[in-house]
């Protein structure tokens, strides 16, 4: 027996995507960015923990989030050209490799420039391995670029969703919207 078609994300994938979302916009507005004096100073304290504590709440929910993807029923996928599926794989599979490439790098980096991990509340999480500054500095600053790119690419992926939506007339933007504001979208108008 087939089970029924559906259309949507059930409300759990739903949070785990909006939660990973808002947790990456977050992380990215509070980082200090720039040199390690500048990201160290103790003026930037506050931004740092902040930016670090999201950044390893990232790493967690998409831990979490990859865990129910692997049990979830996925809606049925929309009817697309195969390059269509094509890019929407291969843009989920980077946006996954850079939920887990970022906060690493992160982590990494800083312990190898020999500094703790410094989470809200003043949590320090020292580094278990020797520090090696060379190769921590190359790390930051390869965190730095992930981080751009985890945006640009969360942008296509935002962009391809509402292309679906109004160009194609597809249920993939509403598939991962609450129900609520599924309602409240308009249709495409023909």
Known sequence: M???????????????????????????????????????AAARNSDRQWHETLGVM???????????????????????????????????????????????TAIAGAWLENHPLTLVGDVNIIAPFAADHALGAMIAEAHGW?????????????????YHHWMLGDRVLVSMLPDWLARLLPARRD
């Open 146 to 162: 992930l981080g751009d790119a985890i945006l640009w690419l969360a942008g296509l992926h935002a962009a391809a969703a509402v």
């Open 58 to 104: 990232v790493f967690f929910i998409s831990t979490v989030r990859l865990a129910w993807a692997a049990v979830d029923r996925r809606p049925d996928p929309a009817l697309a050209h195969p390059w269509m599926d094509s890019a929407s794989r291969i843009v989920q599979g980077g946006l996954y490799l850079l939920l887990f490439a970022v906060p690493l």
């Open 2 to 40: 087939r089970s029924p078609d559906i259309s949507r994300y059930g409300i759990v994938a739903q949070s785990l995507h909006w939660i990973t979302a808002a947790l990456v916009l977050a992380a990215f507005t509070l980082g200090p960015g720039g040199s390690e004096e500048h990201v160290y």
